[in-house]
């Protein structure tokens, strides 16, 4: 028979719990932050778990080739594809008609429809008037390529987490160079379908190199940082902000002409020279220079939009820097 003596002073352990003994022995020599804590009820985390992915399963599609790869459009209802900058998932593609699709909520299934497009559409490479989508399906439309998808909670998440990574600087917050390229495109699309202005800012800060040469490029960076959110909080939902690169900013503006982006222009310089930068018991005193241009009032076309902005620019730098012109 095994020795059934025992240390004096030790815990009595049930020759049943072999397992336990294991555990207690192994984390009684582990520090606290590194034992794994034990999950006794994975049947019914898993259950809870696959149903709520079950009831939660909602479709998407994301641009894979094109004019606005990686751009993606979560599907809550019947959407419209195509050129024309109304269309929910818009595609800048001159091979995508006007209105050249809808996917469809059919109640049991999801279905692309084509809206008697020019080049027709394609579901994994067959082109028909209607076709029934599955997870993972290809969209042929033009020259750009979709792929559907039926996504969980955590698909989602992961995505959310990926589109910021991709389209947000994560020093001021806004939208890095990409991302606001493309909305201007579009916003440029709509304005022009619709008889519309828009309006162009270009930001530049004045005082980083002092800032940089006395305290140093993490004071420099706090302050670039800080003046995005400043740009952010002003913007609200008026505008779209982007962070250009170094101490570069700039905003657009829909339905925006001259004059009302000279005066939103002038907030932004409002709010800049009055808020309070501070880091590390040091107070720091940047400025920001901008110009400001519109489109049709001052350029055709988002190259000359941009042209006309800079030229504005330099004429506030010129100017004595720390001031808006247009």
């Known amino acids: ?25 192994v984390a009684s020599g582990t520090p606290e932050s590194l034992r794994t804590i034990p999950l006794e009820d994975g049947r019914s ?12 399963r909602r479709p998407s599609v994301v641009v894979m080739s094109g004019g606005a790869v990686g751009a993606r459009a979560r599907l809550s209802g019947n959407v419209s594809l195509g050129r024309d900058p109304t269309c929910e998932v818009v595609l800048p593609d001159a091979g995508v008609s006007w209105r050249h699709a809808r996917i469809e909520d059919r109640g049991d299934a999801w279905v692309l429809v084509d809206l008697g497009s020019t080049n027709g559409s394609q579901v994994n490479g067959v082109r028909s008037a209607e076709g029934r989508l599955a997870h993972g399906d290809r969209i042929t439309l033009g020259r750009t390529i979709l792929r559907f998808e039926m996504q969980d909670p955590l698909d989602q998440a992961y995505d959310e987490h990926l589109e910021r990574l991709l389209h947000i600087d994560d020093l001021s917050g806004l939208f890095v160079r990409r991302r606001f390229d493309m909305e201007l495109s579009k916003s440029l699309a709509a304005a022009t379908a619709h ?4 309006a162009l800012l270009v930001m530049d800060m004045d005082g980083i190199k002092a800032i940089n040469d006395r305290h140093g490029h993490l004071f420099g960076a706090y302050t670039i940082g800080e003046t995005g959110r400043v740009i952010g909080s002003v913007l609200g939902d008026r505008g779209i902000g982007s962070r250009f690169g170094g101490d570069e900013f700039c905003a657009l503006l829909p339905d925006h002409d001259q004059d009302r982006a000279f005066g939103l222009a002038e907030e932004i310089h409002a709010a800049v020279n009055r808020h309070e930068y501070a880091r590390e018991g040091v107070t720091l005193r940047p400025g920001i220079s901008i110009g400001v241009a519109a489109f049709p009032e001052n350029a055709p076309d988002a190259e000359k939009l941009f042209q006309r902005a800079d030229e504005a620019l330099y004429r506030a730098k010129q100017g004595g820097r ?3 012109m247009r």
């Open 45 to 56: 985390i898993r259950d809870e778990l696959h149903h709520a992915i079950k009831d939660a």
């Open 322 to 324: 720390n001031r808006v």
């Open 195 to 198: 008889g519309r202005s828009i």
């Open 1 to 25: 028979m095994p020795d059934e003596r025992r240390t004096p002073g030790a815990p009595t352990r049930s020759a049943s719990s072999p397992r336990d003994t294991v555990v207690d022995r």
